[in-house]
């Protein structure tokens, strides 16, 4: 069966570098402009999480939410690491989605 929907888990944080969130969604662009607009009600309205420091892709569902349950449990460091190890400036990379 052949999907053409693309999944993504993210990483947000806010201007200050200081939270992360973690989120698995199946339209990355559309996401991230939720939550620059903050029509989502709840955590990354309240600490103001918009900049998008990293992303994978993924074909299915289940691959993007077994990795974002595996991203969300490691300890902050780790998530850092990650981040670091692709953006290491950590750049807002949402101007670069379509």
Same mark, same amino acid.
Not at 22 to 47: I, P
């Given at each position: 069966? *052949?999907?053409?929907?693309?999944? *993504?888990?993210?990483?947000?944080?806010?201007? !200050?570098? $200081?939270?992360?969130?973690?989120?698995?969604?199946?339209?990355?662009? +559309?996401?991230?402009?939720? $939550?620059?607009?903050?029509?989502?009600?709840?955590?990354?309205?309240?600490?103001?999480? !918009?900049?998008?420091?990293?992303?994978?892709?993924?074909?299915?569902?289940?691959? *993007?939410? !077994? +990795?974002?349950?595996?991203?969300?449990?490691?300890? +902050? +460091?780790?998530?850092? *690491?990650?981040?670091?190890?692709?953006?290491?400036?950590?750049?807002?990379?949402?101007?670069?989605?379509?």
């Amino acid at each position: 069966m *052949a999907h053409d929907r693309q999944y *993504a888990v993210y990483i947000l944080t806010n201007v !200050t570098n $200081h939270v992360l969130y973690t989120g698995v969604t199946n339209n990355l662009a +559309r996401r991230v402009y939720e $939550h620059h607009q903050k029509f989502v009600k709840g955590f990354t309205a309240k600490y103001n999480v !918009t900049k998008l420091v990293y992303f994978e892709a993924f074909s299915g569902a289940y691959e *993007a939410i !077994t +990795r974002e349950k595996q991203i969300k449990g490691w300890v +902050r +460091r780790k998530k850092i *690491a990650l981040i670091d190890s692709v953006n290491p400036i950590w750049a807002d990379v949402s101007g670069n989605l379509h």
